[in-house]
């Protein structure tokens, strides 16, 4: 069959791209092997999110007690698993998501969809032939790390605890990166006993060591263990649990929840028709999400960010090419991304040691949020810092730990991307007493 374009993966950004193309007029199809709007909306950001806010309510009420008399709770994991079925999800069920396509033109096929060579595409005995072009957007698979006797075993990986009924009485994290540390600070404050194991030395560690050690003091108040810098030599499973050999420890659990990181689906989807590495981690794009003839990539694979807002950013950008409307084409600098624990951490840009070694001289400060007055009205925990271009006086990277690490995030993201200097953002009226006025101390104690 002769099409326009064939969009392979309808995650978020494959499938934003295929219903505008359909809705421009081209003949489109659209194939996934699983639910259309991928890991978002039925195993990532919604549901996660849902489960943390829940989580965060909790955490609030307990807070009673110091702020305004007392508070009895009473934590119901059966709310939050029926508001992610009925609410998020339709039980798992993708039909709202493929009639919006389907309105929009665009034809709709589930299945493996494979390359067979520039602009051809084939599912099962079908092949599709594009004019245009083919939009790859095959996203990520759950991480399983070479674990001596973890294969086999009945781990979780996180759509397995967002579709839990109920949760254990005992959770082993293996990954203390954003998806390990969210849910492992949920799954505690519902009365779980959780521990989570990172073998590198910090959690978080890809985010600045100032917002590693916040998150780590609250898991640890909220009663989780954490175990950093050693690695799993083994796991085992019986008598309906799990015990971890962590250098010279055993950590036991009801449950282990895999979270350590996440690999491109890339290795079978035929790149080596088109002259590409099937063994690569990810697709070299040019600013306009192109990888080879006839081939456009977006999201995870493309090792630009694996967040929604990247995968949505360059649909955006892969539809404007194929239309030939012009207009910006991508630009990376300030990639902003949030780890939703209690406090949130949001960053933007590099770490200061990322920035270091990309050879910019640096001028960094740091400030506790708990000095601000807002910060210290609402007794928060949390940090601010800022890495600045002192060649340029421009701020290249961010970061805000707070109860509103993530909306902090959006002035920093602006002065990042607008390349504000800053000399303007110190001269700037900072609303008082909100979190984000510490945004201000922190520039005045840049050097």
């Known amino acids: 069959m002769d099409v326009d374009v064939v969009v392979v993966g309808l995650g978020p950004g494959g499938e934003d791209a295929a219903r505008r193309l359909g809705e421009a007029g081209l003949t489109v199809v659209g194939i996934d092997r699983r639910l259309v709007g991928g890991e978002c909306p039925y195993y990532g950001c919604v549901p996660s999110k849902m489960a943390i806010r829940a989580a965060d309510s909790l955490a609030e009420a307990h807070r009673v007690s110091g702020l ?7 934590p119901d994991w059966t709310v939050v698993a029926t508001r992610i079925r009925d609410e998020a999800t339709d039980d798992w069920d993708d039909t709202v998501a493929v009639e919006r396509l389907e309105r929009a033109g665009v034809t709709v096929v589930k299945g493996e969809g494979r390359l067979v060579g520039p602009g051809r595409v084939r599912v099962g005995a079908e092949e599709y032939t594009a004019r245009l072009g083919v939009v790859l957007n095959t996203g990520t698979e759950p991480a399983v790390p070479p674990i001596d006797g973890l294969a086999g075993t009945p781990y979780w990986t996180n759509r397995d605890i967002l579709r839990a009924a109920t949760l254990p009485r005992s959770l082993v994290v293996l990954g203390g990166g954003a998806i390990g540390v969210e849910l492992a600070q949920a799954t505690a404050r519902f009365d779980a006993e959780v521990a989570v194991v990172e073998a590198l030395e910090r959690i978080l560690a890809a985010e600045e060591p100032e917002a590693s050690a916040v998150v780590e003091r609250a898991l640890t108040r909220d009663g989780v263990r954490v175990v950093v810098g050693q690695p799993v030599e083994q796991v085992t499973y019986a008598d309906g649990g799990f015990t971890l050999a962590v250098g010279d420890q055993e950590i036991s659990g ?3 929840l895999v979270a350590a990181g996440r690999r491109a689906n890339l290795a079978d989807i035929g ?3 088109i002259g590409l590495d099937p063994a690569a981690r990810s697709l070299d794009v040019d600013e ?5 003839e006839r081939l456009w990539a977006i999201g995870d694979i493309t090792g630009r960010g694996a967040f929604t807002h990247v995968s949505m950013y360059q649909a955006d950008l892969v539809v404007r090419d194929l239309l030939g409307q012009g207009g910006p084409a991508g630009d990376y600098r300030a990639v902003s991304r949030v780890t939703f624990t209690d406090p949130e951490v949001g960053a933007v840009g590099p770490t200061e040691q990322q920035a270091r070694a990309a050879g910019v001289r640096v001028r960094t400060a740091t400030t506790d949020l708990a000095a601000s007055a807002r910060g210290w009205i609402a007794r928060a925990d949390g940090v601010i810092k800022v890495v600045e271009d002192a060649d340029r006086g421009v701020l290249v990277g961010g970061t805000a730990v707070g109860p509103s690490g993530g909306e902090i995030l959006s002035m920093l ?3 990042v991307h607008a390349e504000v200097p800053v000399s303007t953002l110190r001269t700037m009226h900072y609303a008082y007493p909100t979190f984000h006025r510490a945004v ?3 520039l005045g104690e840049l050097s």
């Open 68 to 74: 305004a008399g007392a508070a009895e709770v009473r």
């Open 271 to 273: 790149l080596e028709t």
């Open 254 to 256: 009801e449950r282990l």
């Open 413 to 415: 993201a602006t002065a």
């Open 440 to 442: 201000q101390t922190v």
């Open 288 to 292: 306009w999400c192109r990888a080879a």
